[in-house]
Nanobody
Framework: QVQLVESGGGLVQAGGSLRLSCAAS????????MGWFRQAPGKEREFVAA????????IYTDSVKGRFTISRDNAKNTMYLQMNSLKPEDTAVYYCAASHWRPSPSIVGAEYPYWGQGTQVSVSS
């Protein structure tokens, strides 16, 4: 089983930055896709970003393009989400997730059977 441990959430002023980390253990991440999702109160879970572990192919939801950067450190089995220019509407619980083998990133939560515990990101105005 892939196990995911998140860190880096917190409270920040609008315009500030946070970096989320997701450390993975268990089976190899090779061949998998890793992703970030978020869920704000009263809203559906929303795709944020994803990356293929093998070649680093990245995708983002439109609302975070140019502000967020997803990356990976293969040696550390860790995925990151650098969040800059944060806005109050970015406030949500952020989850990291891992897929089974797949060749390209996916925006669909059902493609990710392994999930972290979630970390709260709060952006004040």
């Amino acid at each position: 089983q892939v196990q995911l441990v998140e860190s880096g959430g917190g409270l920040v002023q609008a315009g500030g930055s946070l970096r989320l980390s997701c450390a993975a253990s268990g089976p190899t991440l090779g061949g998998r896709v890793m992703g970030w999702f978020r869920q704000a109160p009263g809203k559906e879970r929303e795709f944020v970003a994803a990356i293929t572990w093998s070649d680093g192919t990245r995708i983002y939801t439109d609302s975070v393009k140019g502000r967020f950067t997803i990356s990976r450190d293969n040696a550390k089995n860790t995925m990151y989400l650098q969040m800059n220019s944060l806005k109050p509407e970015d406030t949500a619980v952020y989850y990291c997730a891992a897929s089974h083998w797949r060749p390209s990133p996916s925006i669909v939560g059902a493609e990710y059977p392994y999930w972290g515990q979630g970390t709260q990101v709060s952006v004040s105005s």
